[in-house]
């Protein structure tokens, strides 16, 4: 991957994102939508490692996951517009998204047992395949998960669980809901982890592509936990954060970092295309008809 495929997919999440709020502004979205803005090296760096036969889960803020696995921004656009065209025909929305190897749910900790299971499967075929999860901070206030990681540890399962830490579980600080670490909690179940405060897709991808390489050789669990920051809204504008505190994230901005690795010139072809590319998936998703599984 050159600096510049990093850069122009970071670059299509944040533009894809940035059209749904507005859209969702002007009452053309079906239900609600979370925006990934912000985070978007996580998605891309952990996933341009990642084969065709792995097995992604993701969770309510899973745009961004979509796009760096899949790049289907018409399906998904249509789906969160509710289109029978949708990848879900329509009936998902922004949240539960599936197509082929890729699955979402906004239920926290509701993938984690999928996950195991999935990785399970994988395990018995043999063929060296993985699943990645990704959790966010808030869902370690969920049980669940700690039964999953008990399971997943004992059984030796070819899970990589990203944790994206974006220091808020919706609108409440890890300050106010957290103890202790991610690490030391996931650790308990022997489960090996790293821990990184980083925006730089590049060094992610360096990361992740490491540890990947570890759990298909070893057919074993591993954690990547990347302390990170929402720039946008939690759920469309509803946002009571201090603008101080967000100001000063935005200068660790995934997209300001590999911008400064890259030439104006690619900056701005990568912006055309994707500006060409969205408006086309809007046009295109705003003639299908509405999905006929919500009537």
Known sequence: MTSSEFHYKILLIRRFEERLLNLFSLGKLSGTTHSYIGQEAIAVGVLSNIKNSDIIISNHRCHGHYIAFHNDIIGLLAEIMGKDGGVSGGRGGSQHIHKENFFSNG?????????????????????????????????????????????????????????????????????????????????SFDIPSKEVTTNDVEDIYKISNNIIEQIRKNDKPFSLIVNTYRLGPHSKGDDFRAQEEIDEWKKKDPLYIIEKKISKTIQKKNETNINRILTEAEEIANAMPDSSRLE
């Open 107 to 187: 239920v926290q900790g509701n993938m984690m047992p999928v996950a195991a299971g999935m990785a399970y499967a994988k395990k018995a075929e043999g063929l060296g395949n993985i699943v990645v999860i990704f959790l966010g901070d808030g869902t370690f206030g969920e049980g669940t998960i700690y039964e999953t990681m008990n399971m997943v540890s004992l059984w030796q399962l070819p899970v990589f669980i990203v944790v994206e830490n974006n220091q808020y579980a919706q609108s409440t600080s890890l300050s106010s809901n957290f103890s202790g670490s991610f690490s030391k909690r996931i650790n």
